[in-house]
């Protein structure tokens, strides 16, 4: 381990791509994983904690996004292992799986929430460490399983504060781009490795049809796109046929309830795989509208590709459905907060045995970013009551003024800066978001009184007033010391 | 980064020193968390959430423990900068208050909670990764911070569920040990390195005094000691009269009130350091007793050195008092939970200003541990309602009765398993300590009524029972379907 020089000062800076969070900040995050909890939790989901650190080799290479030009993790070499930051939870719940099968009820459902590593290029509002909050049922092969997993994370968003109208949860399934991808020839059941450089470039270009609209897609699965600097990428090499399948299966998504499920069960006509996929498809969205789950909250929508290339059956996407403002001043659409599916092959990898499973997983901090813009989060804790100093040898009368007030459940403390500049002590007050100032001199503890003084109100005076001018103004009100608590409880409960 | 071999299986493994909270005790260490952040918040603290990795130059070299054999961080080189997990909360606070000091409120007030990473040996109970709890005020040298911060460490013991008596808040000061030291020639203030090994030897040997015995510690500030295997351990080399005054410091814990300060003023006589740490811990008494905290809850105790090789004046440490069993079932102490301190040096290596601080970290573990022992945790969060499947086409009944269930709060889910063998639905019920299942089959369906099954009472004969015979237990019996939810509902409240 190299050691810092001593004779020169360290810089006081986080690694690139890494930062802190404040106060509200961090406040905010915790209720908003309480609440998640909440709702995993009364779904019948049980708390898993697994560490920071996993040896690489039971983290494997399972990124979820495969276009990811850097899918790096922080790892280094320990004795003879090698270890490594997790860069998702799915990864340590494979692992734990694993090795606690024999302990764990099957199916096993557990939710986890914590932060996850990335050692990537960090860019604006994109960092290396970010929390997420996953619930995954391990075990079971029922789509019943998919179903409640859409059905809780409708139920989650709207828990956090995203009222109904506000999302969508959109629900695809692999299995039947699979099956197109087999009408149309470029899969092959018996040999699953044939025309997978071809299936590559498929996906991507579905997951590009946002940008490159329909046109710049159908170049795509054909011989190539040249864009306007004149790069030309690839195509998949599609004949028009098989090229107007994936259109097709594309198109579907905007089609009404009855033509979308005679255009799913046409396109993937004759593959097993397909005929599959759709009856999945069908079966979880019987269930969800069974329980209530209408189009107004879940939607089966062929246009989702995301996580296509890593998931293995059933995939859900929730997007935030309202406007936000972006920073040229622009509209646009949220996106993305949630996505998950089913994916059978992680526990495979230690045990041999394919173990299904389904799971979804939230990004807490791009929610909290949303509730943000939108201006749904309740703001700040209130700032702590300041008890000034107004005679440094009278501590203990200071400090029982705050045991009075914090025994009241108040949020309080005494300024134990130096109490010379009494200015210094208002401004620090101010910079809490003080609520309330004490003040006690002499004179007032001649009199059995104390002064109370609003700082909301009185905040843009105080910032610059003398002692004598702040006293003066109106926010400031004198009340017998024996009144203290109930003076200030008052004042807090009018402001709510 | 080496790669697994892709033929051969990943061991489902934790790395050496790591493991996995499953369950309760996430939710019971959540919860005390949060406990404990509700008191630092009352107090007037800030939450601060730091990222796990810091760069080894910002975190130094600051092990708080100066005896623990390999203070190691996980460490690893990434492009230019050598990166490194935080192994405490304190390092990672004086960066942040180095880099964000103009925008941060002085004094600044912050707590954090999270986990810190040793690379050390792991040993039974001694895990690579464990909680902190921290609560520091950094931009002051006012004893009135380190008195309130004890005062808040009493109150947060009390808030997590250590009924007052069964802790004790011990307070000594590190002046006061150099004002002995120096009275005995074993410090010079005007030449601090010198005699830095035999001070050293002494701070050792007073830490070994519950395992040596005064014998054994008068031994090693002399010339030294053999063991009972024979090795010899190098003393102190100090003359009688010097060791004597040491020896007589640490008896000065065991003296009633008045002797006690007495005797800490004449053991530092003539020691100007010593002297003002005598004044210091006597201002912090004042103040605790002027808040009604007595010793009952925090005394002053000279006998108190662990981190006094750290702490730069008072240092604080929690204890419990009560007796618990340990593995070979022998009565012990449970011996100390938290622990902190003042230290003036951390940020002044980031800016070259000394900035006082002050602070304390709970060890949240430990406290969990202790509480478990003393059976005070309230165990377990209710396991689900388990909604079985007698009729797998029906999935979309059982899905509403779960969704009535959790609309009323209660945890609850349908069996996602392979619903074939129904004896398997009642392992998992028990596994997951549900307290209730349902069954509906064809016969209840028809009738329009559910079979409610009280697990708490049928576990024992449930678990190898065939259906009918379970069913016939009188721990179950028969409602409408419309009283669903108030039968369980009425269950449930009869187990409080």
Sequence with gaps: MAKPNKTKRPKAENPKGFRDYF???????????????????????????????????????????????????????????????????????????????????????????????????????????????????????????????????????????????????????RKVLNGVMEVAGVLDPSDPEKHADERGIVLRAIDKLDRLGTDGVRALLGEGRKDESGDFTKGAGLTDRQAELVMRFMGAAGLEETALWAELRALVDGSDVGEEGVSELRHIQELLVAQGYGPDRIIIDPSVVRGLGYYTGPVFEAELTFEITDEKGRPRQFGSVAGGGRYDDLVKRFTGQAVPATGISIGVDRLLAALRAKGRLDGAAV?????????????????????????????????????????????????????????????????????????????????????????????QFECARADLVAEVRRLLDRRG
Tied chains: 1, 2.
């Design 383 to 475: 700032g702590p009551v300041v008890v000034t100093v107004m005679d440094r040898d009278r501590m203990a009368d200071y400090q029982a003024m705050v045991g009075e007030l914090r025994a009241a459940g108040i949020r309080a403390e005494v300024y134990l800066g130096n109490p010379k500049n009494f200015g210094n002590q208002l401004k620090y007050a101010d910079r809490r978001e003080s609520p309330v100032a004490i003040i006690e001199g002499a004179d007032e503890k001649e009199r059995g009184v104390v002064q109370i003084k609003d700082l909301v109100l009185g905040a843009q005076i105080a910032k610059d007033a003398t002692l004598e001018e702040w006293k003066s103004q109106p926010a």
């Design 23 to 173: 106060g509200a900040e961090v406040t905010e995050r915790s209720r908003m994983l309480e609440q998640i909890a909440d709702v995993y939790r009364l779904y019948g989901f049980d708390p898993l904690e697994s560490p920071a650190v996993e040896t690489v080799e039971a983290l494997g290479k399972f990124l979820p996004d495969v276009d990811r030009p850097n899918d790096g993790v922080f790892a280094w070499q320990e004795e003879d292992d090698w270890l490594a930051l997790r860069y998702d939870l799915t990864a340590p719940l494979a692992r734990v799986f694993a090795q606690h099968r024999n302990d764990l009820p099957t199916p096993y459902r557990r939710f986890a929430m914590g932060p996850v590593w990335r050692n990537e290029k960090p860019g604006p509002g994109r960092f290396r460490q970010f929390y997420q909050c996953d619930a995954d049922t391990v075990g079971t092969a029922s789509v019943a399983a998919d179903a409640e997993i859409c059905a809780m994370l409708a139920d989650t968003l709207e828990a956090v504060g995203i009222p109904r109208g506000d999302y969508i949860v959109r629900v695809n399934n």
